[in-house]
């Protein structure tokens, strides 16, 4: 018994690895098809409820530990907490997160491979969409140098990728155990060719579409503006004098300009009509701006706090404010301090964390004459629901505004862009990234990054964007298809349970 735990520990932490080596070296993507196999032979060979949580969390501590190792620098330069105090919230998080892989391994000893081996990929499935992860990676995105995998996003997002992923490691699991079982891996197999096939047909139907759209021409510029300048009062000027000399040049053949999140740190009071004196990030602008900067919103009574809010702004020559944008989704420990407003002692942990406002309601800027674009900033370019309703309010472009340096030179910043680009999917838009040190991108709608910066480097990104009208099923349906697995994952729990219970 003890050499088989040892057997099924090692196994789990295979698994582990696997998934963590897809998701810091995105070309070793093919290993994700087979990643779940030695952890899916472990749960099956679990003698007790125990043994399978116990190789669940190995798994899972296998795969978080070293995949989002960046967290620990994350946690203390955004929330500036301690580098003790910040590992001990790594471990925490991750400890967190690897309990979705202990859900995963008890709820599939209950209710065995199932029918095709199915069991596995729709608990998996369902756990990847209902799972609180804060950082919301499925299995589909690590394959994003894969572009005819990805299509089937504009059905189902990045679950159905995910499900065929996981039905491949079920079957040749359940192969390794009974060799005679064939039927699993081949209706796997079939699901996966469906997949290509699918990817093969749509992909020249969108580039037929993209070369009949109406285009505009925009130019991403990333400053290169550190943590510690972007946060000194010396350096507001030096740094926008950075962004106003890269992007002067470009003016006369740009429809758009983008500056990223929070580039200009001038508090702009709600309401403001047009950006005056040190207030206008570029007195000398002659076309659009798009900028991430700062709004307070005051209130009658002086000993009341003003709301704060991070924003994108639209402006046009002479500083004229055309719209704004406040961020609904604000960064805990950054932005905000959980908690802190019902225990304020909390909030002396990180004095330098923020107290802004999330914002409401769905904007669409008009650039006039131009085009509609979906603003996002920073970390909401992960959350398929906004992007979708930004396409469904109108918006012919999805642009986000963010500012990844508090990642530093790790593979955060591109695993950020890989979880983002399912969005220029399954809306059939495309998806501008504008960073202020990488990674700044421009992505079309099938998911393929058609210019792309380096990390911490001066530069801009420029290029002509299409204007696509496509409505996905994805855009106007969302997340059918994961709600239609999760139904099956919860009856085959069910049935589980009663099989348990007649035993």
Not at 28 to 45: T, Y
Not at 137 to 158: D, K, N, S, Y
Not at 166 to 176: D, E, H, Q, R
Not at 455 to 479: C, N, P, Q
Request: with cysteine; net charge neutral; glycine share 8%.
């Amino acid at each position: 018994m003890r050499a088989w735990g040892r057997e099924s520990d090692l196994a789990a932490a295979v698994s582990g690895g696997l998934i963590a080596a897809c998701f810091l070296r995105f070309w070793l993507f093919p290993l994700a098809w087979v990643a779940f196999v030695p952890l899916l032979w472990a749960v099956r060979h679990a003698a007790t409820a125990r043994e399978a949580a116990r190789v669940g969390c190995i798994a899972g501590l296998a795969t978080n530990l070293p995949a989002f190792y960046w967290l620990v620098y994350t946690i203390h330069v955004f929330g500036g907490f301690g580098y003790p105090l910040a590992v001990l919230f790594y471990l925490c998080l991750t400890l967190f997160t690897s309990c979705e892989f202990v859900v995963f391994a008890l709820a599939l000893r209950r209710t065995g491979p199932g029918p095709l081996a199915l069991a596995a990929p729709a608990l998996w499935v369902t756990l990847e969409f209902l799972y609180p992860n804060m950082f919301p990676w499925r299995m589909g995105h690590c394959q994003f140098h894969a572009p005819v995998l990805m299509q089937i996003g504009e059905l189902t997002g990045p679950y159905g990728l995910s499900f065929v992923m996981l039905w491949v490691s079920a079957g040749l699991a359940l192969l390794l155990d009974q060799p005679r079982r064939w039927l699993p891996l081949g209706a796997a197999a079939m699901a996966s060719l469906a997949v290509v096939l699918y990817g093969v047909l749509r992909l020249p139907v969108i580039d037929r579409a993209l070369g009949a759209a109406p285009t505009f021409r925009v130019a991403l510029v990333q400053g290169n503006v550190g943590i510690k300048e972007k946060g000194d009062v010396r350096y507001f000027d030096i740094n926008l004098e950075k962004y106003q000399e890269l992007s002067d040049p470009l003016q006369a053949n740009t429809d758009v300009l983008v500056w990223p999140e929070t580039v200009s740190q001038r508090w702009v009071e709600d309401g403001t009509t047009r950006l005056e004196g040190k207030d206008n990030p570029f007195d000398d602008l002659r076309t659009h701006l798009i900028f991430g900067g700062l709004a307070f919103r005051a209130h009658g009574r002086s000993q009341q706090r003003p709301e704060e809010f991070n924003s994108a702004f639209l402006v046009g020559p002479g500083g004229v404010v055309l719209d704004r944008y406040d961020k609904h989704i604000l960064m805990p420990f950054g932005e905000f301090i959980p908690l802190a407003s019902y225990f304020p002692a909390i909030a002396s942990l990180s004095p330098e964390t923020g107290s802004f406002t999330a914002g409401t309601g769905v904007e669409v800027f008009e650039v006039p004459g131009k085009v509609r674009i979906g603003p996002l900033i920073c970390y909401e370019d992960l959350l398929a629901s906004m992007s979708r309703q930004a396409t469904a309010a109108g918006a012919e472009v999805l642009l986000n505004i963010l500012n990844d340096a508090w990642y530093g030179n790790t593979a955060a910043p591109h695993q950020h862009q890989a979880l983002a680009l399912w969005r220029a999917i399954e809306n059939r838009r495309y998806l501008l990234r504008g960073s202020n040190t990488g990674v700044t991108s421009i992505i079309d709608p099938a998911g393929r990054v058609v210019a792309e910066g380096q990390l911490f480097s001066t530069e801009v990104i420029s290029g002509t964007v299409h204007r696509l009208h496509v409505t996905t099923f994805y855009t106007r349906y969302g997340d059918v298809f994961a709600w239609v697995v999760t139904g099956m994952a919860m009856v085959w729990i069910w049935r589980g349970r009663r099989s348990s219970r007649t035993r």
